[in-house]
């Protein structure tokens, strides 16, 4: 069964850093990889996709990075703001009509 | 681009009670959705799989009895929460993709958040 795993459970930055969120999975067998954000009591902002062939996919000042052979992949944010303080959530997709599988995410906090 | 509307957005109730999650695509049709549940600080684990015009599967540990889900059409899926209690209050999301398009990406819903008193 694929497990997703995110690391780490909990970050608090200064506002103005630079941060890495780590996700890992245990099946390499992926289709594409999703990385979200979840503010407190709302839904998901679909962040970036990457697909099982791309090393990697930019959005402003949002980098993730993809290594199927290992099974991570990690979520860069540059310069970092209070507004980017959100639970960042890692998920999975494996091929066909099937759901994703997502990690318990990263909670993190800037602060100004 | 595609839309997935869910309602209600937030419900309290009493314990022993009904209560029922819409979800609609509304740009498209989706013969399969799926239904999750986030308790605070976990991740969203996956409950079941809504098929059109047939019965759900349900993951291991969640009661296929007490989560009634009802794909009646290809736009909509419910799910029914009976005798609600306590232990059931989390967050509900659920999303779908447009059918025939297996490998495109997800669209969920807001999510309902249920209380129960």
């Known amino acids: 069964k694929q497990e997703v795993t995110q690391i780490p459970a909990a970050l608090s930055v200064p506002e103005g850093e630079n941060l890495v969120l780590n996700c890992s999975f245990t099946?390499?067998?992926?289709?594409?990889l999703q990385w979200f954000r979840q503010d407190p009591g709302k839904g998901l902002t679909s962040l970036l996709l990457?697909?099982?062939?791309?090393r990697e996919q930019t959005s402003g000042r949002l980098n993730a990075s993809l290594d199927k052979s290992s099974g991570r992949s990690t979520l860069y944010i540059a310069a970092s703001q209070p507004g980017d303080s959100a639970t960042y959530l890692c998920?999975?997709?494996?091929?066909?009509?099937?759901?994703?599988?997502f990690g318990k995410g990263t909670r993190l906090s800037v602060i100004a | 681009g595609a839309v997935v509307s869910q309602h209600p957005s937030w419900v309290i109730c009493k314990s022993g009670t009904s209560v029922k999650i819409e979800c609609r695509s509304l740009?498209?049709?989706?013969?399969?959705m799926f239904w999750y549940r986030q308790f605070p600080k976990q991740s969203l684990m996956l409950m079941a799989t809504?098929?059109?015009?047939?019965?759900?599967?349900?993951e291991q540990g969640v009661e296929k009895d007490k989560f009634l889900i009802n794909h009646a059409s290809l736009t909509l899926s419910t799910l029914t929460v009976t005798s609600a209690h306590p232990e059931d209050s989390s967050f509900y999301i659920c999303?779908?993709?447009?059918?025939?398009?297996?490998?495109?990406?997800?669209?969920f819903g807001n999510g309902t958040r249920l209380t129960v008193t």
């Open positions: 999303s779908a993709r447009p059918t025939g398009t297996s490998n495109s990406p997800l669209h």
């Open positions: 099946d390499s067998a992926i289709y594409n």
């Open positions: 990457i697909q099982s062939s791309q």
């Open positions: 998920a999975v997709f494996y091929s066909g009509n099937t759901p994703l599988v």
């Open positions: 740009d498209f049709q989706a013969t399969t």
């Open positions: 809504s098929n059109e015009g047939s019965k759900a599967t349900y």
